[in-house]
């Protein structure tokens, strides 16, 4: 039997618009609890989100943004970003996700490469000052308008009088573009996953259909919201179900995730397996009254069995789901379903999503392998994104004529149709759920005097999964380089989970007969010299 399937095809995939699909959900439930911003103590409505989103929407247009224009936004996740993104949607810009980490570097090549015009931004978050960074680099971009969060200038934008309907004098459709997600690309620099209305509204849904949403429900979403993970299985999912988001605290911390749960009555949660670890080995983790908890999605890497077994028998999850996917698939093309079993929960990622196919084929013919053979898992439907942004020949090698987008990773698929991830083909990281590409950080590092040259694996680590590891030779007369010298040259200019935790410096690189760098080989060798297992 072929590694083939295609998914359920009811109910049928939603054929409208964020913003309608927002206005049938404000229409049916709009007194019922819409958003809750912990952090800030405030809470809305559905019909009161209507209003706010429409009110910033008018505000943006003000600005002089229309149909198909770039806003971007930079914060950590709060109430602003969730309304910022719904007032986008419901106007037809694009909305541009910059990952909170970003240094200069980044934010720089984002803006210029997306043409964002407008730009909002948080202050700070933690140690960044972000108000710091946009003024060095927005000068060398095509941002027109920069507005701060908390502001008067965002006060005034967030604030609008009039009607949408008298300002919005353009059409809008599913297939509209209407989100940019940077993901890093293996040459060097990140691709711009172009999603539209129809992308990622039926993958938010879909993915929490799979769970059983109603409006009953309450998601608690610690998961960052410029990843799809929070603005689309997060944000979109609840907002097509009328569903109550709950957004514990601009970033990850277990405690106030834990709590959150507790005193809002979250029905769900959502987290990378490093969450939920972090929740359950928290020291306060039983003074917490989990009880309301039956469901949440965990995806970003596999999940032990362990955790698992926690999040069904201690926080009252039996629930719990396993999600795959990524950026370019809006994001999930596999899950579990509410009743599998524990081990299809923890050894697979699932079976394929509802309106989508998949396939496993032979990386080098292209051929479709059989059940339980090993192949590259490639994945077709609604969910496949309409390109990387301004680039067709990077779009041309991820999504083929046949409209089959190449994940890049090696999988097998069992006799019962669902999947397990067995490996990569090419060398990209996962860190505590960030998807790292080795080659944008040896770019950057070959831009050190003292580099000659520089390979960047991926190591073992109990925490995250993977820590990342440079290998570097060096220039004859160099002065000697440690851990500590490659992450100052970095600090700063690299978001800091692309930061070599291990640097080791050595005379050549292991190479297969052919000339090429045998990275399979250097994870082992790093493992070993570091006595990492």
Known sequence: MESYAAGETQPPLLEETIGANLERTVAAYGEREALVDVASGRRWTWAELDRDVDALAVGIVRAGIGKGDRVGIWSPNCAEWTLTQYATARIG?????????????????????????????????????????????????????????GSPEWDALASAQGSLADVVTWTLSPHDPIN?????????????????????????????????????????????????????????????????????????????????????????????????????????FAEHDLSSLRTGIMAGSICPVEVMKRCVNDMHMAEVSIAYGMTETSPVSCQTRSDDDLERRTATIGRVHPHVEVKIVDPVSGATVERGETGELCTRGYSVMLGYWDDPEKTAEAIDADGWMHTGDLAEMREDGYCTIVGRIKDMVIRGGENIYPREIEEFLYQHPDVEDVQVVGVPDEKYGEELCAWIKLRDGAEPLDADAVRAFVDGRLAHYKIPRYVMVVDEFPMTVTGKIRKVQMREESARALGLS
């Not at 997306?114 to 927005?138: C, H, I, N, Q, W």
């Not at 979403?221 to 999912?237: A, D, E, R, S």
């Not at 957004?247 to 990378?272: N, Q």
């Open 93 to 149: 810009a694009i909305l541009v996700n910059l990952n909170p980490a970003y240094r200069t570097h980044e934010l720089s090549y984002a803006l210029n490469q997306s043409g964002t015009r407008l730009l909002v931004s948080a202050p700070s978050f933690k140690t960044s000052d972000y108000r710091a960074m946009v003024t060095e680099v927005v000068d060398q971009t095509p941002v027109e308008q920069v507005v701060y969060l």
């Open 180 to 284: 940019i997600q940077y993901t890093s690309g293996t040459t060097g620099y990140p691709k711009g996953a172009t999603l539209s209305h129809r992308n990622i509204l039926n993958n938010g849904y879909f993915t929490t259909e799979l769970i059983g949403f109603t409006e009953q429900d309450r998601l608690c979403i610690p998961v960052p919201f410029y990843h799809c993970f929070g603005m689309v299985m997060g944000n979109l999912g609840c907002t097509s179900h009328g569903a109550t988001m709950v957004i514990p605290a601009p970033g990850f911390d277990p405690e106030i995730t834990l709590r959150t749960i507790a005193e809002e009555r979250c029905t769900g949660v959502y987290g990378v397996p490093t969450m939920f670890i972090a929740m359950q080995n928290h020291p306060t």
